[in-house]
């Protein structure tokens, strides 16, 4: 039963109106003065490890690879109209704004938020430096961030205010999430809690659940046997499986030598490898301490001379340890049921050295490749990896002053500070809500929304933990989102309070 049934801030849907109209002209301004201003400073783009490799597979034209290859194949798309660095990275800023004004204007619409979290949440997407340096690096993660900010955003709109034709752009935009990042194997969840819930008739719902299911697996079906072509090995994301592996060792350096014998079966040859390197000497790492190694939390999967490479190279007559994946993929399978194999024998361990230290890591990200990270800004100069990127950007450098260099680590610093504020705050928030029955008195729909988002934040949180280190560049959706909604709450737990009867 409702106790407050006359509140005066009963939330009601608004409608566009000329705040928002307002907001959306100032947002756009502010976007396009900072990135010209920011372009004056940093005239090139970020090139990083990663950045190479999504550049060979778009010079390949592979359509399998280490990573999901729809990144390389939108290089390769935009490289039809235009082989300017500038113009991939513009493309990329102004995604993330866009797809931050859809979900500003949207959530003013359905939830009527106060003039001051209104502005408050304004100024945190609009005038963050994060989406300038972030969308600056040839990478997947700012399109991928654009676009699941745009897919979250409609998900609000197939809850609030139904039409068909959302059917077909959620089934597309999650078919794009998918090909740009695993990350958003927990999406279909949300897709299909708002379809279910959703004020519109069954055929619509069951329409919108099964066009995004045969999409999806579609792409998993077509991804899987080319990788077969390639590798020998029908797979989806082999590179799951190195990591499950790289998860297992972190853990099993700890229990090994109290286990009598290697197991029998598959793992006998590997495990005894893997025995035998932590009984000699070796480097020690650990996830609490990823910061520590180059990789930042893949050790195992991605240093030469660690028990997974020898056993690839022992099994297959390799002599070095190139992360070419036509050599790496065929291990996928046997190194996914080996790291599962040393989690589910040591579900402790998992916990401890594990899902800990992500834990950690996602309340406090790594700022990775926005540390005085020189590599960045110095291209490679190799007549392989450094020459496609050079000849499809025309690149000769990509060096700016060192002073800049330094003024980017600086004005970074703080983030990882500032989002373990907001994400305790977000926690701590959401739990007075609850506790003031916050969603019983907003109504169903409201709530519904409400959810929605908790559950992106929420699936975003175990997803992390379970499998990786967290980086500073995998969370500004989450984070915008979540301070969202730490500044709505805020504002209906002191309207609560304000009407409560005596």
Not at 240 to 263: C, D, F, R, T, V
Not at 475 to 488: G, N, R, S
């Amino acid at each position: 039963m409702n106790n407050f049934p006359d509140l005066p801030f009963r939330v009601r849907e608004g409608s566009i109106g000329s705040s928002n109209i307002i907001y959306s002209i100032v947002g756009i301004g502010i976007s396009v003065f900072l990135w010209w201003l920011f372009k004056y400073y940093y005239p090139y783009p970020n090139l990083t490890f990663d950045s190479y490799h999504y550049l060979m597979n778009m010079y390949l034209d592979t359509n399998a690879a280490g990573w999901p290859v729809g990144y390389s194949k939108f290089i390769r798309l935009l490289g039809s109209g235009s082989h300017s660095a500038n113009f991939l990275v513009g493309i990329q800023y102004f995604t993330i704004q866009i797809s931050f004004l859809f979900f500003f204007i949207t959530f003013r619409l359905f939830f009527s938020p106060g003039k001051w979290v209104s502005l408050l949440v304004f100024i945190f997407l609009f005038v963050s430096p994060i989406s300038l340096f972030n969308s600056n690096h040839i990478l997947s993660d700012p399109l991928y961030l654009g676009i699941s900010t745009i897919w979250i955003t409609q998900i609000l709109w197939i809850i609030f205010r139904f039409r068909p034709f959302m059917i077909i752009t959620q089934a597309i935009l999650l078919f794009i999430l998918f090909y740009l990042r695993y990350n958003a194997l927990y999406f279909p969840i949300i897709t299909v809690f708002a379809f279910v819930i959703s004020n519109t008739k069954i055929s619509w719902k069951i329409a919108g659940i099964v066009l995004s299911v045969i999409l999806i697996e579609g792409l998993i079906q077509y991804t899987s046997n080319e990788m077969k072509k390639i590798t020998g090995v029908r797979q989806y994301a082999y590179s799951n499986g190195w990591k499950q592996a790289s998860n297992g060792l972190y853990i099993y350096e700890h229990y090994y030598n109290k286990e009598k014998a290697p197991p029998k079966g598959k793992f006998t040859e590997l495990d005894s490898m893997v025995r035998d390197y932590f009984d000699h000497p070796h480097q020690n790492v650990s996830l609490f301490y990823p910061d520590q190694e180059i990789t930042l939390g893949s050790f195992y999967m991605a240093v030469g001379g660690t028990p997974l490479y020898d056993y690839m190279q022992k099994k297959s007559g390799y002599t070095d340890w190139s992360l070419d994946f036509h050599r790496t993929a065929p291990y996928g399978p046997l190194y996914r049921a080996y790291g599962n194999y040393l989690i589910l024998h040591h579900p402790i361990g998992y916990l401890k050295y594990v899902v800990l230290p992500h834990s950690l890591s996602y309340l406090t990200p790594y700022p990775e490749i926005f540390t005085e990270n020189l590599p960045a800004f110095s291209l490679w100069t190799d007549s392989t990896y450094g020459k496609v990127a050079r000849d499809w950007y025309k690149l000769t450098t990509l060096k700016v002053p060192d002073r800049y260099i330094l003024l980017r680590e600086y004005i970074m610093r703080p983030y990882p500070s500032i989002y373990t504020i907001v994400h305790l705050l977000f926690v701590l928030t959401l739990l007075l809500f609850i506790y003031f029955k916050g969603f019983r008195l907003l109504g169903g729909i409201h709530t519904y929304g409400l959810l929605s988002l908790i559950l992106l934040c929420a699936g975003n949180f175990v997803f992390t933990i379970l499998s990786t280190t967290s980086v500073l560049r995998y969370q500004p959706t989450v984070i915008a989102i979540e301070f969202t909604l730490v500044c709505y709450f805020i504002e209906l737990i002191l309207l609560f309070e304000k009407n409560r009867p005596n």
